[in-house]
């Protein structure tokens, strides 16, 4: 059960490269619900401050990435395609913080 949540990170990954070069169908959807095992599955509250610090500046640069000569485009590809797998794993890791801050 423990290697679900690697294999989960390592197929988005994979999965946000590919999307970058070739359609992949319902791949965006693909790259949601794998985020939100990873966010359910791989993230530790002592890793979660990191985490989302990461998963922000991911989605903030992103879309800046395309004014890049030659390469631009596709790293920009690949970029928001992270962005995409790492938002809702960013939710789920946001949310469990929350609720455990709310407990104390």
Do not use: H, W
């Amino acid at each position: 059960m423990g290697n679900i949540g690697k294999y989960a990170f390592m197929g988005g990954v994979a999965i946000a490269v590919i999307m970058a070069f070739a359609s992949v169908p319902n791949g965006y959807l693909i790259l949601a619900v794998l985020g939100l095992i990873v966010g359910f599955m791989n993230i530790t509250d002592e890793e979660s401050g990191g985490f989302l610090i990461a998963a922000i500046a991911l989605m903030m640069t992103s879309s800046s990435l395309g004014g890049l000569p030659e390469i631009g485009r596709a790293i920009s590809g690949i970029a928001s395609n992270l962005a995409a797998f790492v938002g809702p794993a960013a939710l789920v890791v946001a949310l469990k913080s929350l609720m455990d801050s709310s407990k104390d």
